[in-house]
Structure formats: C-alpha cells, structure tokens
C-alpha cells in the first residue's frame, strides 16, 4: 500500500477521492528554499526529501512525498509563519496570475529479482512536478484582515485554499486544480500505474 510522507488532509482527501488506497507517515524536515534555487527545483527536492526521509524509516514499502509552492515574481511563497506573513502573501496575489508547482517523488524498493534480501537492493525512485497557472481578483485590506484572522491561510503555501473561502476570489486557473490543492492526482496516478503499483 502507498504511504504518503505528509500530514497535509488536503492530499488525504484527494487521494481517498481518486480511490487511492494510503497510509499516512508525515515527515518531518526543513522546507526552506536553497539559496539560488528556481521554484520547480525546490518543490521537486523537497518532494524527494519527504520521501526518502520516511522510506528510511520503511525501506519495504511505496512512499509518495509531495510539496507545493507558490511562486510569483519568481519569489517562492511557502507557507506564512504568522499573520502578518500572510497578510503580505495575500497582498502580493491580490489581483494577479501567479503559479503553483507542486512536486512529487515516488520511492519504491526495487523490483528486480537479483536475489537480494530485502533492503540491499538500490531503491527506484521518480520525480516530477506540475504547475499551474492561478488568477485571483483584487482582495481588500479588510478582507485579507478577516481572511487571516479566520485561520485559513496559515498552513497553506501562498496564504490561501483554493478550496476554501479564497475560492470566491478565484476566477480562473490554468491547469490542475487539485495541484492547487496540494496533489497532482492525475499526475501521481499516471507514475503509480506506470510502476504496476495501482
């Protein structure tokens, strides 16, 4: 069965919606962007690094890590560490298109029948990413204020769920929407069938 590396309820959900069977063993591990590093790269390596790090604690098993980021102005926005942080995140969106990566990494043992005890063989490992595009309409002062009071934006990468009360300021996106939720399903799905997993 696959194990997902992260607590997030957000990818729960979408995983148990696609009828993806799961456990769940969040990993804990820096999240802060290398010096340098473009978007894209940095969601993937923190995707990999969730998922290496809890597959060294199950070193049998299939381990799903994921990571999303928002980017605009090709500044990375994680999630908020306080109010303030999100309120500056929101202002930043606020009547703008930006972007959401999100990426994955898939670590399985190998399936090669070497004749090897279990966890001797190189583990197989697959990362990958998807973006899209979201366009959100001008947010007052004061709504940002009530948004962020409300608690919402705070666990969140960019300050806001689009499934959540942000959606009323979301009139378009370009691409995935569960990306934007958390999880590239139709993505994730593709890389599991392709290893036999699902």
Not at 12 to 26: D, K
Not at 65 to 84: E, N, S, W
Request: contains cysteine.
């Amino acid at each position: 069965m696959l194990v997902l590396a992260s607590a997030s309820p957000r990818r729960q959900e979408l995983l148990r919606n696609a009828g993806i069977p799961f456990t769940v063993q969040p990993a804990d591990i820096d999240e802060a962007p290398l010096a340098g590093e473009s978007p894209r790269l940095c969601a993937e390596r923190l995707a990999r690094e969730k998922a290496i790090a809890v597959f060294q604690r199950q070193p049998t098993q299939v381990v799903l890590g994921a990571d999303t980021i928002v980017v605009v102005d090709d500044a990375i926005l994680g999630k908020p560490r306080d109010h303030d942080d999100a309120a500056r995140m929101l202002r930043l969106l606020s009547g703008r298109t930006h972007e959401v990566i999100t990426g994955v990494c898939l670590i399985h043992p190998s399936r090669d029948d070497l004749g090897l005890t279990a966890g001797t063989q190189k583990p197989q490992l697959e990362s990958a990413s998807d973006s899209t595009l979201v366009t959100m309409n001008e947010i007052s002062d004061h709504e940002i204020r009530e948004y962020v009071a409300g608690g919402e934006p705070m666990d969140k990468a960019g300050a806001y769920a689009i499934q959540g009360i942000a959606s009323r300021w979301i009139p378009r996106i370009e691409g995935d929407y569960s990306n934007v939720v958390g999880l590239p399903v139709a993505l994730v799905y593709a890389i599991l069938k392709e290893r036999g997993i699902v």
